[in-house]
């Protein structure tokens, strides 16, 4: 796999998607996977079109590679990306790590890292990115921008600065290994189990939302299902599993509209 490094860009994923169609307007889409790592973005990016605050010290990078088979196989790709990055902060710091459906790490109910996973289609080829964020060698209270859950770092976490690159090669070995299980097979039992045990705030009140706002489920989070839904219990019985949508303690929700 190509390693691309660079102190500073706009972001990892748009980096990603970029150097690929560039492959394909030159005739023939790659078939390599990529990795790139940045130093600092200037315009990361978050789920939901939300801005991604990337300061330097943090683990920027985006996993690339040109997909094999359809598209739809892998809308449980951020929950398997989030898994192989929690086993490695825990392997890397010992670090217990949740996973707040579908794609944040917590740590002590703080998130420390986020995924945002897209798809760059040129025709009948695709590239999939898989982009990682890691708070890092900073204090989580200095970070700014839209902040949906308390942030934490690993500074905070570990109390010295950490070992970027070791980070990054541990997280690689880990996603590789969840991607070998994943690609041909789906969420196999030792995926989904895993992710059930790291299912953060199970059996509390939560709202499950589109990102604009409107409620589509609310009531006690009882698990996640055999695809990768989520899975609410309401007064009036279990909601039909949700396979996309945002969530929320529903203490801590925003206001729907
Ligand atoms: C989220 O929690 O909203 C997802 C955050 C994902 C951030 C990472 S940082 C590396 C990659 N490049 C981006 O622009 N975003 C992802």
Redesign the pocket.
């Known amino acids: 796999m190509r390693r691309i490094y660079h102190e500073a860009l706009d ?4 980096e990603a998607r970029r150097l690929w169609r560039r492959t394909c307007e030159e005739g023939e889409c790659s078939r390599d996977p990529l990795l790139l790592v940045a130093g600092r ?1 200037s315009a ?4 939901s079109g ?1 801005a ?1 605050s ?1 300061p330097p010290g943090g683990l ?3 996993l690339a590679w040109p997909l094999h088979g359809g598209l739809e196989r892998y809308r449980a790709l951020p929950l398997v990306v989030g898994l192989g990055t929690a086993r490695a902060l825990e392997e890397a710091f010992g670090l217990a790590c949740r996973i707040k459906w579908p ?2 790490i917590l740590v002590e109910g703080r998130k420390l890292a ?3 996973c897209q798809a760059e289609v040129q025709g009948e080829s695709a590239l999939i990115v898989a ?3 890691i708070n890092g060698n900073y204090p989580a209270a200095t970070l700014g921008g839209e902040l949906r859950l308390p942030p934490t770092s690993l500074l905070d976490l570990v109390g010295a600065p950490v070992d970027l690159r070791m980070l990054e090669d541990t997280v690689v070995k880990h996603l590789l290994e969840q991607l070998d299980a994943f690609e041909p097979a789906g969420l196999v039992e030792g995926i989904l189990a895993d992710l059930r045990h790291r299912l953060a705030w199970l059996g509390e009140p939560v709202i499950c939302s589109e990102p604009g706002g409107r409620v589509l489920a609310q009531g006690i989070l009882r698990g996640i299902g055999e695809d990768g839904e989520v899975l609410i219990e309401g007064p009036a019985g279990p909601f039909p599993p949700l396979a996309v949508g945002e969530l929320h303690l529903s203490s801590a929700a925003p206001s729907a509209g």
């Open positions: 972001s990892t994923n748009l973005q990361g990016q978050g789920r939300r991604w990337s920027w990078m985006s794609n944040d986020g995924i945002l982009g990682i964020g």
